[in-house]
C-alpha cells in the first residue's frame, strides 16, 4: 500500500547551526533536493516566532519562493519581542494568497494558547478561513514555559472560536492522551506527527513514539481525518520520519488522508499541483 501523493506539512528554512550559517537560497535547495529525494512533492514551509541572522523573516521567504508551486507559506507570529508582526501586513499577505496560515508559538514566545490578545488574530484567520498551526508540548528552549503550550489549552480556543481550524503541532509531545481527548472532542481541530525526535529515531525511542501514535490512532477512532503528516525537517531527517509513517498500520483511505489529502484540503493545495510535482514538471527555485 503506497500514498499517492506526499505533503510534508511542517518544514522549516532556519538555520540551527550557527556556527555554519548558509544563505537561505541554499537551505531552499536543501529542501528540495531533500524532496526529491525522499519523494515529498509538496512542503508546508512555516517561519518563526522571531527573525534574525538564522530565521529569515516571512517577507525574505516571500522575496524566495514567490508562488512556488511545491510550496505552501505559514507565517510564524512574533507577538511578545522586538520586530512584532505587524497584524495589519499579516492580513494583506493572507488576502493576497501568499501566506495560506498562521503558526502560533505559545511558551517560547510569552504567551499561551488561550491568550486573550491573539482574538485579533484568530478574527482574521477565520475571515480568510485559513487554518492556525500551535507549537503544542516540549518546548526545546530552557527558556520556553512548557506550561502555555499543553494541548489542552488547543480546547479553550477551539471551543471560542468554532470557525477557525486550528493544527496542533508534533501532537502535544508528550501529553499524547490529551492531545487525542482534544482532537475527538473538536471537529476544527487538526494536528500534525512533526517532530517527534531530533536527528535520526534511535530504535527504542521509535518504538515508543509508534505505539503512542498507535494508541492515540485506537482512541481518536477516525484519525484520517485531523492527523497529517510532515516532519520539522531540518530538526527531524525526512527518510526515519517516512518509514514512521509506513508502521501506523493505516488503512488506505486513512493514509491517503494523512499522507496528503488532509493537509490539501486544509491549505487548500491544489491537487493538480501534486500531479504536477509527480511528473516533475516544475523547475528548481530561483536563487
Ligand atoms: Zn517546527
Known sequence: MNHKYLIDAHVHLNNYHESERMPIADHARELFAKMDEIGVDHAVVITSYKADLDRPSVEELLNLLTEHPRIT????????????????????RIRDGLVKGIKLYPGYDNYAINDASLE???RIAAK????????????YSKT????????LLVDDVA????????????????????AAEVLYKNDNVFADISGLTLGEFTYEFERYVAMRLKEMITYMGNPGKQLMYGTDWPLVRMKPYLKLLGELNFDEEQLQNVAWRTASKLFRIDEQLLIDSRARKPAAPAS
Not at 480568510?128 to 518546548?139: A, E, S
Not at 520556553?144 to 494541548?151: D, I, L, S, T, Y
Not at 471551543?159 to 490529551?178: A, E, I
Open 159 to 178: 471551543v471560542d472560536y468554532p470557525d477557525v481550524k486550528f493544527v496542533m503541532c508534533h501532537l502535544g509531545n508528550p501529553w499524547f492522551q490529551d
Open 144 to 151: 520556553a514555559k512548557v506550561r502555555m503550550a499543553h494541548p
Open 128 to 139: 480568510y478561513g485559513v487554518p492556525v498551526m500551535i507549537h503544542t508540548g516540549d518546548t
Open 120 to 122: 485579533s488574530v484568530f
Open 73 to 92: 507559506l505559514v507565517e510564524g507570529l512574533r507577538w511578545r519581542g522586538e520586530a512584532r508582526t505587524d497584524l495589519f501586513h499579516l492580513e494583506e
